[in-house]
């Protein structure tokens, strides 16, 4: 009876099977081990650009990770795309929908999402928007001449929160009169983000982002009307 005898045998670093059957001498190379792809994949839970992403945004896949939306949760692109997204019926629009500053005050709306359970990062951003020249604080668009909504991020290393990031979004309340029935949308303005972690300094930048913002505001609050 013949006999089939197998070697393994590396050439050149690369494993071969050589195989002597009936006199012959052949050789297959052995399979190479199936190696993981080492392309970028977004982590569970982590927002990831689509075509509505730029629809709503204006943000291009190729600048979605430069904006630091990556960063983000699904849940909180998905808080931040629903600020920025208009009605996309047609419609007559008023802006601002609050109508003429009083006194040339720029009334402001200021929204808070993401990591902030207690509130205590919402208060900060609150408090250092309100404390802006010629700024007072409104609890809805309706009344609103400039909305800053913001999602933070809390950042921790080994269980420790190490301070928050955040995106962050400008826009103008407008009232929608569609076939006589009105409704509130807003312009999207300058979106951004910090992505360095941050303490109380985080609401500063905000207000101080927002500072710049509404300068276009100041200037047409102090025209004669």
């Known amino acids: ?4 005898m197998v070697f393994l045998v590396r050439v050149c670093g690369v494993p071969l099977a050589m195989i002597l059957v009936a006199g012959q001498l052949g050789y297959a ?3 190479k081990p199936k190696s993981s792809s080492s392309a970028a994949k977004a982590k569970e839970g982590m927002a990831v ?4 992403v730029q629809k709503t945004l204006g943000v291009s896949e190729e600048n979605f990770n ?3 939306l990556n960063k983000l949760t699904k849940m909180q692109l998905v808080a931040l795309m629903t600020s920025a997204r208009p ?3 047609k419609q007559i629009l008023t802006c601002p929908a609050s109508g003429t500053m009083p006194s040339g005050r720029i009334r402001v709306l200021v929204t808070v999402a993401g990591d902030d359970p207690t509130g205590v990062i919402a208060t900060a ?3 250092s928007v309100a404390s802006l020249s010629g700024v007072d604080l409104v609890d809805s668009a309706a009344t609103a001449d400039r909305a800053l909504h913001v999602v933070v991020q809390e950042q921790t290393v080994n269980k420790r929160t190490i301070g928050f990031t955040a995106s962050y ?5 407008c009232l929608a009169e569609v076939g006589g029935k009105k409704s509130d949308v807003e312009l999207k303005g300058t979106l951004g983000t910090y992505s360095n972690a941050k303490g109380p300094d985080l609401a500063k930048d905000l207000a101080g982002m927002m500072d710049q913002d509404i300068q276009p505001l100041r200037a047409s609050a102090a025209r004669p009307q």
């Open 1 to 4: 009876m013949k006999k089939k």
């Open 87 to 89: 009605d996309p019926r």
């Open 125 to 127: 951003i609150k408090q």
């Open 49 to 52: 650009w689509t075509p509505e």
């Open 169 to 173: 979004l400008t826009a103008t309340p």
């Open 66 to 68: 430069a904006e630091g």
């Open 29 to 31: 190379q052995a399979p």
